[in-house]
């Protein structure tokens, strides 16, 4: 799963009665297209610094996710598709986090981001099981 300071944290995932799904890190703050409007309307842009550290926030969290590999060690090439001020949350104390990865494709096997979280956390399981029969 995506584990880095600067990509929200998912929890769990599942489907519960046809629902899916998805436990994530609570984020208290606001996302950057509402800070950006709300310094348009204020007449009081972003500064240079505010705006080059999150943008390397951004990137951190991004070549994170695209360094990803596979369990055999085979690079994801994970795609986001949708990163927007829309899609990158600025917590009240500061943090950078890049949210919904949804709709994100891993380019070798053509799957989103929540087919690859869903068979990795069947095969998980499936593995859990197996060493619990066996060490039993």
Do not use: W
């Not at 519960?16 to 950057?32: N, Q, R, S, V």
């Not at 204020?42 to 505010?50: H, K, L």
């Not at 390397?56 to 927007?84: T, V």
């Not at 709709?103 to 095969?123: G, S, V």
């Amino acid at each position: 799963m995506l584990q880095h300071e600067n990509i929200v944290s998912i929890y769990d995932f599942g489907e519960l009665d046809g629902c899916y799904f998805i436990a994530m890190e609570y984020l208290f703050g606001k996302d950057l297209y509402t800070i950006m409007q709300r310094a348009k309307d204020a007449d009081a842009p972003m500064g240079s610094e505010q705006a080059l550290l999150i943008a390397a926030k951004i990137c951190e969290g991004m070549e994170y996710a695209h360094s990803l590999k596979d369990l055999q060690y085979r690079p994801l090439n994970l795609i986001h598709r949708d990163l927007s001020p829309h899609n990158v949350f600025i917590t009240y104390d500061g943090k950078v986090k890049i949210i919904d990865f949804g709709i994100a494709k891993a380019e070798q096997d053509d799957l989103t981001l929540t087919q690859f979280l869903y068979n990795f956390k069947r095969l998980h399981l499936q593995l859990d099981i197996l060493l619990k029969i066996r060490y039993s």
